[in-house]
Structures are given as C-alpha cells and as structure tokens.
C-alpha cells in the first residue's frame, strides 16, 4: 500500500502563494499518475491536476496558469504551486497516485484563501 503524505496547506491572502508538496512511501517512478484533487464543503471532488509517466501536466480550467504541477522522482515529491489564490480555491486539497485512476490518497491539507 502506498502512502502518500502531504504538506504545505494554510491560511494565505487573495493573490498569494502556497506550494503543496506530497511525499511516496515509495519511488514514484513506479506510479503512473500523480496529481490533486481538492473539496469544497458542499461539494464533489474535483481533479485539480495530474501528470502522467512522460507526459505534460493537465490542469483544471479554473487553475491553468495559476497552478504548476511538477514531479521530483529523486525525492519520491510531487508538487502543486499555487499562484494567484482566489477565494474559490479554498478547499481540502489531496494528493493521489494511480495507473488509470486514483487508488492512493493523502490524507487531505487545508488551503484557505480570505482576507
């Protein structure tokens, strides 16, 4: 079972910045799909982010050119900046790992973007 631990959530201004980080209890070179989904209370999951093995990352409408998805496979890390926080991101957000779908979940960081 793969774990998968997650950091760098918090309280930060409209416009601001945070970087989540999400760290493999094992090589990621060996998961096929990372990303973020978030949550919104009242709301469904939604995908935020993924990147495949050798692929370029895909980005939810709402975020392109604010959110930047990368992957350090030297330090088992995938990583969502965030930039240009607006209110509606505030959520729950959770790393995953998967082939086709996510079967590995973090267990959720807090984002919440007010004044």
């Known amino acids: 079972q793969v774990q998968l631990v997650e950091s760098g959530g918090g309280l930060v201004q409209p416009g601001g910045s945070l970087r989540l980080s999400c760290t493999a209890s094992?090589?990621?070179?060996?998961?096929?799909?990372m990303g973020w989904y978030r949550q919104a209370p009242g709301q469904q999951r939604e995908l935020v982010a993924r990147?495949?093995?050798?692929?370029?990352?895909d980005y939810a409408d709402s975020v392109k050119g604010r959110f930047t998805l990368s992957r350090d496979n030297a330090k088992n890390t995938v990583y969502l900046q965030m930039n240009s926080l607006k209110p509606e991101d505030t959520a729950v957000y959770y790393c995953?790992?998967?082939?086709?779908?996510?079967?590995?979940w973090g267990q959720g960081t807090q984002v919440t973007v007010s004044l």
């Open positions: 995953f790992g998967g082939t086709l779908g996510p079967t590995s």
């Open positions: 094992v090589s990621i070179s060996s998961i096929y799909t």
């Open positions: 990147i495949r093995i050798g692929g370029s990352p």
